[in-house]
């Protein structure tokens, strides 16, 4: 009888779950209607029937972020159902939309199937090419120091000052780059009276201050995205590391790992560490007590102190143990979360691509020398073996891994003058075709 009702309920979640499998098409195109619904809605509400514009001026910043995360969370779902509809049409052949026939589930017309897809062509196709130059847009930004002309980025959304550069490198169709100086070209009429006439048609023209004001909304949102960008890089793995050590492993491993049966120490350099404790402990004692001038102890009682030392010592190694296996998987969640959050968030990316770069470019050529310079006498110094070997040392114990010190030499042999060739190689290929000065200023510094 048992055995009836145990069949009869797998039976059942079997078919609940063929017919959901069923009605795959139609339930994903109802829900990438109801997002293009839910777009067109926010269209009508708050932008006239226009596309929603993220660089709009009839709201705030605020208020423009707000749009722009809910467009893109809508846009998400309906790209994502759209292609969830295809691939389940292409599974479901014509055997099981007879099944489906006989198990009473009806499907749409064809008419109204295509009135929907219409519909959510018409709203996301406004979108879907500004979202894909976006991701996939260069950003252009050249020294300051060189004349600024105005530039609008292909999307015609982010724009920014990027300034003439004194060599324009283009892209042929194979894919080669060709550069062509200015200096090759030669006009009618001296560069710096043309330059001369185009600021004054730019001040003359009675759309520049809006156009001025625009520039500074979009730079002042990117600076935005830049920092929010980065401070979630720094904070979502950190707390991602914590909530799953705290929640998830931290739990699993206190549960698996038996308290009195456990390994107190996961390699000999933890054992060795504990030893000395315990022995410098037995000299403290034993200089504290000729230091009161008390009658010597007895061995019984430096064998009580000794032991109950030693229980505090095991504790303590059995809980750095603990966390050192915490730390392994929370590291893993860590860096998943990491790799997450880029993935996710291509276009800000971009944008933080040209942030640092304005930054850089930015400033001045003694500026730009002293920072190479710091970085390489830090990474790749004389000193910086030290530093390596302190960063070394610390990952193996927050791992719980003994230091192996034959492998932390050849590391530091090995990975500083690889990053010291990729700096070499950096400065001769790019920075010295960017900017030969700060390149010279570099090396006058470093000699």
């Given at each position: 009888?048992?055995?009836?009702?145990?069949?009869?309920?797998?039976?059942?979640?079997?078919?609940?779950?063929?017919?959901?499998?069923?009605?795959?098409?139609?339930?994903?195109?109802?829900?990438?209607?109801?997002?293009?619904?839910?777009?067109?809605?926010?269209?009508?509400?708050?932008?006239?029937?226009?596309?929603?514009?993220?660089?709009?001026?009839m709201y705030s910043n605020s208020v423009m972020d707000y749009f722009e995360s809910d467009l893109k969370k809508l846009l998400k779902t309906a790209k994502m159902r759209l292609t969830e509809f295809r691939a389940s049409r292409w599974f479901l052949d014509e055997e099981n939309q007879k099944a489906a026939q006989k198990a009473g589930i009806e499907h749409p017309s064809p008419s109204l199937v295509?009135?929907?897809?219409?519909?959510?062509?018409?709203?996301?196709?406004?979108?879907?090419?500004?979202?894909?130059?976006?991701?996939?847009?260069?950003?252009?930004?050249?020294?300051?120091?060189?004349?600024?002309?105005?530039?609008?980025?292909?999307?015609?959304?982010?724009?920014?000052?990027?300034?003439?550069?004194?060599?324009?490198?283009?892209?042929?169709?194979?894919?080669?780059?060709?550069?062509?100086?200015?200096?090759?070209?030669?006009?009618?009429?001296?560069?710096?009276?043309?330059?001369?006439?185009?600021?004054?048609?730019?001040?003359?023209?009675?759309?520049?201050?809006?156009?001025?004001?625009?520039?500074?909304?979009?730079?002042?949102?990117?600076?935005?995205?830049?920092?929010?960008?980065?401070?979630?890089?720094?904070?979502?793995?950190?707390?991602?590391?914590?909530?799953?050590?705290?929640?998830?492993?931290?739990?699993?491993?206190?549960?698996?790992?038996?308290?009195?049966?456990?390994?107190?120490?996961?390699?000999?350099?933890?054992?060795?560490?504990?030893?000395?404790?315990?022995?410098?402990?037995?000299?403290?004692?034993?200089?504290?007590?000729?230091?009161?001038?008390?009658?010597?102890?007895?061995?019984?009682?430096?064998?009580?102190?000794?032991?109950?030392?030693?229980?505090?010592?095991?504790?303590?190694?059995?809980?750095?143990?603990?966390?050192?296996?915490?730390?392994?998987?929370?590291?893993?969640?860590?860096?998943?979360?990491?790799?997450?959050?880029?993935?996710?968030?291509?276009?800000?990316?971009?944008?933080?691509?040209?942030?640092?770069?304005?930054?850089?470019?930015?400033?001045?050529?003694?500026?730009?020398?002293?920072?190479?310079?710091?970085?390489?006498?830090?990474?790749?110094?004389?000193?910086?073996?030290?530093?390596?070997?302190?960063?070394?040392?610390?990952?193996?114990?927050?791992?719980?891994?003994?230091?192996?010190?034959?492998?932390?030499?050849?590391?530091?042999?090995?990975?500083?003058?690889?990053?010291?060739?990729?700096?070499?190689?950096?400065?001769?290929?790019?920075?010295?075709?960017?900017?030969?000065?700060?390149?010279?200023?570099?090396?006058?510094?470093?000699?």
């Amino acid at each position: 009888m048992k055995n009836s009702v145990f069949s009869q309920k797998i039976y059942s979640f079997l078919l609940d779950t063929y017919r959901w499998y069923l009605q795959t098409p139609e339930r994903s195109l109802d829900q990438a209607y109801d997002a293009a619904l839910k777009i067109k809605e926010i269209e009508n509400k708050h932008f006239n029937g226009n596309k929603i514009d993220i660089d709009s001026a009839m709201y705030s910043n605020s208020v423009m972020d707000y749009f722009e995360s809910d467009l893109k969370k809508l846009l998400k779902t309906a790209k994502m159902r759209l292609t969830e509809f295809r691939a389940s049409r292409w599974f479901l052949d014509e055997e099981n939309q007879k099944a489906a026939q006989k198990a009473g589930i009806e499907h749409p017309s064809p008419s109204l199937v295509l009135e929907k897809l219409n519909f959510i062509d018409q709203v996301i196709s406004k979108y879907t090419i500004i979202s894909d130059q976006i991701t996939s847009k260069a950003l252009v930004v050249k020294p300051p120091n060189i004349p600024v002309d105005p530039v609008i980025s292909e999307d015609n959304l982010l724009r920014v000052n990027a300034p003439i550069p004194p060599k324009i490198t283009v892209q042929s169709s194979d894919n080669r780059p060709k550069s062509k100086l200015k200096a090759d070209t030669m006009g009618v009429l001296p560069r710096s009276i043309l330059s001369t006439i185009t600021r004054l048609q730019v001040e003359l023209d009675p759309n520049s201050e809006q156009e001025v004001i625009q520039n500074f909304r979009q730079t002042q949102r990117r600076t935005i995205i830049s920092i929010r960008f980065i401070l979630l890089l720094v904070i979502v793995p950190l707390l991602t590391h914590q909530i799953a050590k705290g929640f998830v492993v931290g739990p699993l491993v206190e549960e698996f790992r038996d308290t009195d049966q456990m390994q107190i120490f996961l390699n000999s350099e933890m054992e060795e560490e504990a030893l000395v404790q315990l022995q410098r402990f037995e000299e403290k004692l034993k200089f504290e007590n000729f230091i009161r001038n008390a009658p010597p102890l007895l061995p019984n009682q430096i064998e009580i102190e000794m032991k109950k030392r030693a229980g505090e010592i095991a504790e303590e190694f059995r809980n750095e143990s603990s966390n050192a296996i915490k730390n392994v998987f929370a590291d893993i969640f860590s860096v998943g979360a990491f790799i997450w959050l880029l993935l996710v968030s291509k276009s800000s990316i971009a944008v933080i691509k040209d942030f640092f770069d304005r930054i850089v470019y930015g400033l001045s050529d003694s500026a730009k020398a002293f920072i190479i310079i710091l970085f390489t006498d830090i990474f790749v110094g004389f000193h910086s073996p030290h530093g390596w070997e302190v960063l070394l040392e610390g990952v193996s114990r927050h791992w719980g891994l003994p230091a192996n010190r034959d492998f932390i030499f050849l590391f530091i042999a090995t990975f500083p003058v690889i990053l010291d060739t990729i700096f070499k190689y950096w400065i001769f290929r790019y920075l010295n075709r960017i900017s030969p000065s700060a390149v010279a200023t570099y090396r006058n510094m470093n000699e």
